[in-house]
């Protein structure tokens, strides 16, 4: 009988997750990391044995072992728990365990996934039917990210990164996007990543609910089609009449395959508000306003709701609810502000994302300051190209040096200094700072900024740290006026 369970990686944001469940649910639960934050201290706060470093002598006294795809094969606590026999589990195992055993709810997709798994964990929560979440990054405000709940949903975040969603069996699967992206995990073939996103519609279980964005449901048609005869088949989108909306949706509201599809109209965008009219068919539901920024959330929000009304939640009950959602954290979150500048920090590392982001940014009718840090040589070789014209929306753009976790190494000609020179020939190199040391941003940056700038920090890495040093030099200085 499992009683303690070693988490090796605890801090990570979809570890932390397992683990609060996990302590919630009544296990015993140590874990280790490299280093000490915020998301360890709470963990130990909640009841976990926290170990900062690895060593072989953290696993005694443990049932089960699970680990992150950070963490490698020759790391001592992992070589421990084969020598002593003990269970390992991937950190996606575990979920699973969880996930599959009730009516889970898994999102997946290139971008999107968190807040989507945010947006859907609020209205459920606050509507009464307290699930169990389990979402890859923590929430804004008190929007809650991960909860044992008792009620017969679990909401969780299904990663397609490492292909680890095809453990999961959900009742309802939702799909938000497909995208050339780690590819390095799919033998640097789209096609292995699109057949695995086809795996993953094929483990929906027999009369459960597939809710797909019509751009995800132009490149997965033909399976779709074929899971259309044993589930329900949601698409969203914009309104199907515009480009962004995209054939694909009007597609989908002239063949029958599709049991349902919702759209937005009627869209008004307003600094970090929005609202829009909700459409499911041709019936104009209402009105729902949000206040998180950017057309994106939009369709995020498209996406929560279908879900949510496929449960049985009323569509007035569910916009009420939605409103009160803050975002997810990293999600073009503020930061702070001084001297008439304002700073908001962005997970963006994505083309489509910083794209996206950007346009968003627009929005609040500022001057938009954008410093990006790319993630992962891989990454950054791969996307170059596309890179280099995503900051056609930013005033001016400051490029710093890549970040690379561990395994990660150089590659030869990839560089963040080549990155901000294909970024120059697209929108002029007088919009262009490269700035290698992130530590040296924020004062580098301050003789460009005046009154009245937006500035944003996006990147998978530690970038958040530059918009936490500009938010307290633009405090302490004075900043240049229009």
């Keep these: 009988m499992v009683q303690q369970i ?18 919630e649910m009544g296990y015993k639960v140590s874990g280790s990391d490299l280093k000490d934050s915020d998301v360890v201290s709470s963990l130990q706060r909640a009841g976990a044995d926290v170990r900062i470093g690895h060593a072989a002598c953290h696993v005694k006294g443990a049932d089960m072992v699970v680990f992150s795809s950070a963490i490698p094969e020759y790391n001592p606590e992992m070589q421990e728990a084969k020598r002593l026999g003990i269970p390992i589990l991937h950190r996606s195992e575990m979920l699973g365990r969880i996930l599959n055993q009730h009516d889970g709810i ?19 929560s606050r509507l009464g039917l307290d699930p169990t979440v389990l979402a890859g990054g923590e929430m804004q405000n008190q929007c809650v990210h991960a909860c044992w709940g008792r009620g017969r949903y679990v909401v969780a975040e299904a990663d397609e990164s490492d292909g680890s969603f095809l453990r999961y069996y959900p009742y309802i699967a939702v799909i938000t996007s497909v995208e050339a992206d780690h590819l390095e995990n ?57 480009e962004s909306g995209g054939s694909s949706m009007e597609a989908c509201s002239a ?40 057309i994106y959330n939009v369709e995020n929000a498209l996406a929560a709701i279908a879900v949510a009304r496929q449960v049985g939640l009323e569509f007035e009950q569910v916009v009420g609810a939605i409103e009160g ?24 590392h994505h083309p489509t994302e910083l794209k996206k982001t950007l346009q968003a940014a627009r929005e609040f009718g500022r001057r938009v300051i954008a410093i990006f840090q790319p993630q992962r040589y ?26 690379a976790p561990p395994p990660e190494q150089p590659l030869p000609g990839v560089s963040a ?57 633009v405090q302490q200085k004075d900043v240049q006026s229009v």
């Design 186 to 242: 799919y033998g640097g073939r789209t096609g292995h990543l699109v057949a695995s996103y086809e795996a993953f519609l094929a483990n929906i279980k027999d009369d459960g609910t597939l809710v797909i964005s019509g751009q995800a449901y132009g490149i997965l048609k033909h399976s779709v089609d074929m899971a259309a005869e044993r589930l329900s088949v949601i698409v969203y989108g914009l309104n199907p009449r515009t």
């Design 325 to 348: 959602f803050h975002g997810a954290h990293r999600r073009f979150e503020w930061v702070g502000a001084g001297d008439g500048v304002v700073v908001y920090d962005d997970y963006a």
């Design 106 to 124: 898994a999102v997946a997709g290139a971008h999107g996934k968190t807040t989507i798994t945010g947006m859907i964990a609020h209205i459920l």
């Design 417 to 473: 200094e080549r990155l901000a020179n294909l970024v120059a020939e697209h929108i002029g190199h007088e919009r262009v700072l490269y700035v290698g040391d992130k530590d040296l941003v924020a004062d580098t940056l301050l003789p460009y900024l005046r009154k009245n700038d937006l500035v944003i920090t996006m990147g998978a890495g530690d970038v958040w740290q530059v918009a936490q040093a500009l938010v307290k030099r």
């Design 6 to 23: 070693h988490m090796i990686g605890i801090g990570g944001a979809g570890m932390s997750a397992i683990a609060t469940v996990l302590l």
């Design 255 to 294: 063949e029958t395959h599709c049991s349902q599809y919702y759209w937005a109209d009627d869209i008004c965008l307003s600094g970090a508000t929005s609202r829009f009219s909700v459409y499911h068919h041709d019936q104009l539901l209402g009105r729902a306003r949000l206040v998180v920024p950017g």
């Design 378 to 403: 891989s990454r950054t070789q791969l996307l170059m190209e596309e890179f280099g014209r995503s900051f056609q929306d930013a005033d001016l753009v400051v490029v710093t040096d890549i970040y």
